[in-house]
């Protein structure tokens, strides 16, 4: 099983609003990442754990807050959004040994995203 | 520079005619991944390679990496409307859990 899940499929907030997207894997992963990905473009790296631990953070901006609370489920918590900040938001894991050349990684189906 | 550049940007074709997607850099990298995404939705694993010359095939797809592992292509033969979508590759940076992602292929395979 090759599954990375993620809830919401769609949502939409106003600026105020606070919401949070949900990811979860039950591959043993112990890397899970967040992406960003606007239309027609690749995904852009947000936020890296590893091992439970924040490991990358792409400098984003506050507004988004990850939160690890164990090794199979990432959450990403939003505050005060922009409508710029409308765009597929993707999660992903991988099996976490960073010298491990197969080290493949496992997207979700993605969160759409639109803030009004 | 850790860019992959992939070639062509956008291809539009009929159904049943071949093509060929490329992915380049101007470094080694241990592995390379492919992935198919359409719209909406995240992207899908094709193949991952990791020997230098190496060659996978997927069904219709014909996956290469090249000798120097600088550089990798993901050949279809007779394409049909089902193989529409964004081809990506992307390589992760040794040591590391970052991954760069290629520029990006648009596929349209009309009927």
């Known amino acids: 099983d090759t599954e990375v899940t993620q809830t919401p499929k769609h949502l939409v907030m106003g600026m105020t609003n606070k919401k949070s997207l949900k990811c979860e894997q039950h591959?043993?992963?112990?890397?899970m990442y967040w992406y960003k990905q606007k239309a027609k473009k690749p995904p852009e790296l947000m936020f890296v754990y590893s091992y439970e631990k924040l490991s990358i953070n792409e400098s984003v901006p506050s507004r988004f807050s990850p939160e690890c609370p164990n090794s199979s489920l990432l959450n990403l918590h939003l505050h005060a959004l922009q409508p710029e900040d409308s765009a597929l938001y993707l999660c992903?894991?991988?099996?976490?040994?960073?010298?491990?050349?197969?080290?493949?990684?496992?997207f979700g189906p993605g969160t759409r995203l639109l803030v009004l | 520079t850790q860019l992959l550049e992939q070639s062509p940007q956008f291809l539009s074709i009929q159904e049943g005619e071949n093509l060929t997607v490329y992915c380049n850099s101007s470094s080694v990298f241990s592995s390379l991944q492919w992935y198919r995404q359409e719209p909406g939705e995240g992207p899908v694993l094709l193949v991952t390679?990791?020997?230098?010359?190496e060659v996978k095939k997927l069904k219709r797809l014909t996956f290469q990496f090249g000798d120097a592992r600088k550089d990798s292509s993901l050949h279809i033969t007779a394409a049909q409307p089902g193989d529409t979508g964004l081809y990506l590759c992307?390589?992760?940076?040794?040591?590391?859990?970052?991954?760069?992602f290629g520029t990006g292929t648009r596929l349209k395979v009309l009927a």
């Open positions: 390679v990791v020997t230098g010359g």
């Open positions: 992903a894991s991988s099996q976490g040994p960073t010298g491990n050349v197969q080290e493949t990684q496992y």
């Open positions: 992307a390589r992760r940076i040794s040591g590391t859990y970052k991954y760069i």
């Open positions: 591959m043993g992963h112990r890397a």
